[in-house]
């Protein structure tokens, strides 16, 4: 269903539209709340709480703004946890194999176990990246949000986004190279 279309109908009290949004763009939400966080079970409690935000908020959104209000509601609420994180740490560190826990693509055992090293020292590495690089490439490359609009989403121009994709890219390389590659040679 055309987003302009289930807005309208979330803003009228349809709770099967409301449902529809939530199914079409929760995987987005846990995926940015992943990328920050690191953990499954808090990402799932920030998607959750961030979906509670939204059907507060659901009568004054603009479909044409929806997606970057979205990745901002989601990013925001990320970084709040973050802080109270630091507050409040936890007990222990972030288990790897949480990072490497997606859905079946119907590849065969190999393909996924290479698959799953790829992703592992990826999440490694961008764990490693300074914060404002890690953030770009989350934007830029996972959630494909363009120039303009992440140089909105951060509140810098876009020349400024531009050079930090580029050394954000750089950054990731190194960390890369220096977690001993990806597998298979890539």
């Known amino acids: 269903m055309d987003l302009a279309i289930l807005l309208e109908h979330c803003k009228r009290g349809d709770q099967l539209a409301w449902e529809a949004l939530v199914r079409q763009y929760q995987g987005r939400v846990y995926a940015i709340a992943y ?46 946890f973050l802080r109270r994180r630091k507050v409040r740490p936890q007990s222990g560190e972030t288990d790897i194999s949480e990072m490497t826990d997606l859905a079946n693509d119907g590849a065969n055992p190999e393909e996924l176990c290479d698959a799953g090293l790829r992703r592992s020292v990826l999440y490694r590495a961008l764990s490693k990246l300074t914060g404002l690089n890690r953030e770009v490439i989350i934007l830029k490359e996972i959630q494909e949000l363009s120039i303009e609009e992440i140089a909105t989403l951060l509140g810098v121009p876009v020349g400024t986004v531009k050079s930090r994709s580029n050394r954000a890219r750089l950054e990731l390389a190194r960390k890369i190279i220096e977690l001993g590659g990806l597998p298979n040679g890539e």
């Open 35 to 80: 990328h920050y966080v690191g953990n499954s079970e808090d990402a799932r409690d920030l998607a959750q709480e961030i979906f509670v935000r939204l059907y507060g908020t659901v009568k004054t959104i603009d479909h044409q703004r929806f997606v970057p209000w979205l990745i901002r509601i989601s990013r925001n609420a990320s970084i709040d």
